[in-house]
């Protein structure tokens, strides 16, 4: 199982990004995708799951509104949509696929926002 997450960056608040996830190493359309975050100093938290289907499982309240996960099965593909952000977004961004009893996890990707 791989995970590779990417689009992370610098970004000024009210900004957007699009972060991406490549899942390869399992049956990718068989399970529900998550993404994470963890900002310096504080626990990893859960930000949006989303269905086999594409249908939106979970967002977290405080991303309401401003973010949207989607995902392609033809191309193994998870996608966080990120917009009007704020600094206190600026966070590691991890995708999850939780395969077993732990899960897999990607590297992480970045996210700074910030004037």
């Known amino acids: 199982v791989q995970l590779v997450e990417s689009g992370g960056g610098l970004v000024q608040p009210g900004g957007s990004l699009r972060l991406s996830c490549a899942a390869s190493?399992?049956?990718?359309?068989?399970?529900?995708m998550r993404w994470y975050r963890q900002a310096p100093e504080k626990e990893r938290e859960l930000v949006a799951v989303?269905?086999?289907?594409?249908?939106?499982?979970y967002i977290r309240d405080s991303v309401k509104g401003r973010f949207t996960i989607s995902r392609d099965n033809a191309k193994n593909m998870v996608y966080l949509q990120m917009n009007s952000l704020k600094p206190e977004d600026t966070a590691m961004y991890y995708c999850n696929a939780p395969i077993g009893a732990v899960g897999y996890w990607g590297q992480g990707t970045q996210v700074t926002v910030s004037s």
């Open positions: 190493g399992f049956t990718f359309s068989s399970y529900v």
């Open positions: 989303i269905a086999t289907s594409g249908g939106s499982a």
